[in-house]
């Protein structure tokens, strides 16, 4: 059984001539094998609807995941919305409510998507545990009937773009096109920008996953992040395609003081808005 938490309706976007007349905030309790809290906002009506499951990144402090927002970017999933989609943004286990991790007195928050020691950091596994997370959702919206079947876009950024990349490489039968925001892992390694966990390792696997990845993919990257920078985010793109998957690359301009949280603000949307829409155009 579904759990509505809390609900609105907001107004459609003046801007838009082509958006929804409305679209409808809520935040969901999803009955998952991990029961998982979900941001959802999505068009008024009783669909179905084209689903976009947007992934969050991680922290590997436990007290940020404590205090983690139960949605990082509003702006962009209300664009989803407003081009038709039901948008479910998961809060991601062993975050807010359940992160609780105090190890000295054995308590321990359910955060399963570490990658381990940086001497041998285990990139492939922290992916796919946030794309099962991904598939329980989709087996459980079609369950429901509140989606089109064979109409899924996965939208990730950073860890949860990584998830992403990971979700493709197992070529999900319902999901048509993957996006990327900032895509990867291990990065900014004791705080320092630009010092990746084991950039090697991290190209790596992104030709594992794109040896078995066929699903249309859009990967969007920005020239200040100091995250995944753009050297390290081009031997990716090179890697995964060469290895057979099918990515766009993009790489955009420097934004604000870190571009790699491009995503989460509300002035980036005119910057990524086009290149989005005429991805998910040529995917329809």
């Not at 989709?138 to 860890?159: L, R």
């Not at 048509?176 to 705080?191: E, H, P």
């Not at 078995?212 to 090179?238: C, Q």
């Not at 603000?265 to 329809?284: M, T």
Request: charge should be negative; hydrophobic fraction near 45%.
């Amino acid at each position: 059984m579904l759990f509505v938490l809390l609900s609105q309706i907001v107004p459609a976007h003046p801007d838009d001539q082509n958006a929804p007349a409305r679209i409808q905030e809520e935040v969901w309790a999803l009955p998952l094998v991990l029961p998982t809290i979900a941001y959802v906002v999505r068009p008024v009506g009783n669909g179905p609807f084209p689903l976009a499951i947007m992934n969050h990144g991680v922290s590997l402090d436990p007290v940020q995941r404590s205090f983690f927002p139960l949605v990082e970017f509003r702006d962009a999933a209300m664009w989803f919305a407003r081009r038709g989609y039901l948008v479910v943004v998961p809060v991601g286990t062993g975050y807010g409510a359940s992160a609780i991790d105090i190890p000295e007195r054995g308590l321990y928050g359910p955060f399963f998507s570490k990658i381990g020691n940086c001497t041998n950091p285990n990139f492939h596994d922290a992916g796919m545990a946030v794309a099962q997370l991904d598939l329980w959702i989709i087996d459980y919206m079609a369950a429901e009937k509140k989606i089109v079947p064979k109409d899924v876009v996965v939208i990730g950024q950073s860890a949860g773009g990584w998830a992403s990349i990971a979700l493709s490489s197992v070529n999900p039968a319902q999901v048509r096109a993957v996006i990327t925001f900032a895509a990867g892992r291990g990065g900014r390694v004791g705080g320092k920008p630009n010092n990746n966990c084991a950039p090697d390792r991290l190209v790596e696997a992104t030709a594992e996953f794109g040896r078995t990845s066929r699903v249309p993919m859009l990967w969007i990257y920005i020239e200040n992040d100091t995250f995944f920078g753009p050297a390290l985010s081009k031997r990716m793109h090179e890697a995964f395609t060469a290895a057979g998957g099918n990515a766009e690359y993009h790489l955009l301009p420097p934004f604000g003081d870190d571009g790699h949280f491009l995503v989460g603000s509300a002035d980036s949307v005119p910057i990524w808005a086009p290149l989005v829409g005429a991805f998910l155009d040529r995917h329809k």
